[in-house]
């Protein structure tokens, strides 16, 4: 079966450049959330979007943007990078915001160095 | 502000043994969720528990959700060493208009050893 695909799988950077993160949802789900998981921390909400609007925002700094496009897939722009940003930054769908499952990309790993 | 914390953060269990691992949240919710992670993988569903009561189990893992103490738990029973991993509890946040936008838990790191 299909599942969420993220890339790119792994990204190193230096600190005050950019970053494109991309996320796939699953065929047919039309909700995409964004998690950020710093080393030994549990995953963090930073945004959400539904049919290509943003629904939910969590602690996502300025220097980020995030949209959904009409193929429901996502991306996460990261500016400015800090040393602090380097975490694993999952991506998971879901079949609408009530939707009882949701799935989880394998995650992109940034290092800013 | 939800706040999930779970107990113990790490876990040392000899195979063949019990243990639980316990969840509490600090708002009303109606809806749990148990992951699974691997070292530098995704996170795995394990579960989700949708009302008081609520009782599912999956091989050696058992969840239960108390909605009423906002307390759930995942028992391990008879624990063998594919189990090691980092299991994190997540609650859906009551004011979110999703039920996606779940707040984490602190994990419980657990290894099992043979």
């Known amino acids: 079966a299909a599942g969420v695909i993220q890339s790119p799988r792994h990204l190193i950077k230096e600190k005050r450049e950019t970053a494109t993160l991309k996320c796939y949802p699953i065929?047919?789900?039309?909700?995409v959330y964004w998690y950020q998981q710093g080393p030994g921390q549990d995953p963090q909400f930073l945004i959400s979007?539904?049919?290509?609007?943003?629904?939910d925002k969590g602690s996502i700094p300025d220097r980020f943007s995030a949209q959904q496009f009409s193929d429901y897939h996502s991306e996460l722009n990261m500016s400015s990078l800090e040393l602090g940003d380097s975490a694993l930054y999952f991506c998971?769908?879901?079949?609408?915001?009530?939707?009882?499952?949701?799935?989880f990309g394998s995650g992109t790993q940034l290092s800013v160095l | 502000e939800l706040k999930v914390e779970q107990n113990p953060l790490f876990l040392s269990m000899q195979e063949g043994k019990n243990y639980t691992i316990y969840c509490n949240y600090s708002?009303?919710?109606?809806?749990l969720y148990w992951y699974r992670q691997d070292p530098g993988k995704s996170l795995e569903s394990l579960f989700v528990?949708?009302?008081?009561?609520a009782v599912k189990q999956e091989g050696r893992l058992m969840a239960s959700l108390d909605t009423k103490a906002r307390l759930s738990t995942l028992h391990i029973t008879a624990a063998v060493h594919d189990l090691s991993a980092t299991y994190f509890c997540?609650?859906?946040?009551?004011?979110?208009?999703?039920?996606?936008?779940?707040?984490f838990g602190t994990g419980t790191k657990l290894q099992v050893i043979p």
């Open positions: 998971a769908s879901s079949l609408g915001p009530a939707d009882e499952k949701l799935f």
């Open positions: 065929p047919r789900h039309d909700t």
């Open positions: 979007f539904y049919e290509k609007m943003q629904s």
């Open positions: 708002t009303t919710s109606d809806r």
């Open positions: 528990l949708l009302s008081n009561g």
């Open positions: 997540a609650v859906a946040n009551p004011n979110s208009g999703g039920y996606q936008k779940v707040t």
